[in-house]
């Protein structure tokens, strides 16, 4: 169900409505409060998960060259980087994208965005362009949320084969980050963002045959906001290297 040409024309007439008033704020808002109360707690306990896991993995390689003290630096580095923006952007492909496309989809077959059309309202900006703008303004938030709680199962990781102190922790990590650091993994998180709700607008509206069409746009939806996602995330850390900011 995806074509470069479709999309494309997608993603222009997207930029286009963006721009023009009447602007749908209360539903952008609507989808913008959708998107963190859908996410919030599987991306903590994922986020969390993994901060444990991180330090867990790390920590014997880090001890046996002597470098234990540098575990905070290291697990900070290491979420805020990658896995933070990455584990976030992809809970949210399979939660927040497969939602938005099997909505429109089943919209589109039961024929209520042509209805919509009829009765003079617009439904590419109700529908699409508040949806992609909430998905852009909010997985960028999602993911300093799910850094933070990250963070926090990092020192949980660190305490379970030690004492340490939090305020030590934290202070360390705060020492040793950079804005080199933050900066790439923001512009990751708004493109991933933005990747996810155009292209799972981008399949739901424009769903064809019935029930089986929507789950098959639902499917490609989800899969290729995946592969969108890891090859962001490939672009973004090269270019992040060509200009020595990483």
Do not use: H
Request: with cysteine; proline share 4%.
């Amino acid at each position: 169900m995806f074509t470069a040409a479709g999309q494309t024309k997608f993603l222009f007439r997207y930029f286009k409505e963006l721009f023009i008033p009447p602007f749908e704020w209360n539903e952008t808002f609507n989808q913008s409060f959708a998107v963190i109360f859908k996410s919030f707690i599987p991306s903590g306990i994922t986020a969390f998960v993994m901060g444990i896991v991180i330090v867990l993995q790390s920590r014997p390689s880090l001890v046996e060259f002597g470098a234990g003290a540098y575990i905070p630096s290291m697990a900070a580095a290491t979420i805020i980087r990658e896995v933070g923006p990455l584990i976030t952007a992809l809970i949210c492909a399979g939660n927040i994208g497969s939602g938005i496309s099997a909505e429109l989809g089943s919209m589109k077959i039961t024929e209520q965005i042509d209805a919509m059309e009829v009765s003079g309202a617009n439904p590419f900006k109700f529908l699409v362009v508040t949806r992609v703008t909430a998905c852009t303004l909010m997985i960028p938030i999602l993911v300093i949320y799910a850094d933070g709680i990250s963070l926090l199962g990092a020192y949980t990781g660190a305490n379970i084969k030690g004492e340490s102190s939090i305020y030590l922790f934290f202070d360390q990590i705060i020492e040793k980050l950079k804005f080199n650091d933050v900066f790439p993994a923001l512009i990751k998180s708004v493109l991933f963002g933005f990747t996810i709700g155009m292209v799972s607008c981008y399949q739901g509206f424009n769903s064809q045959n019935g029930t089986v069409g929507v789950g098959k746009a639902t499917n490609a939806a989800v899969l290729s906001s995946l592969l969108f996602i890891i090859i962001i995330d490939m672009v973004v850390v090269q270019i992040a290297n060509i200009f020595n900011i990483l």
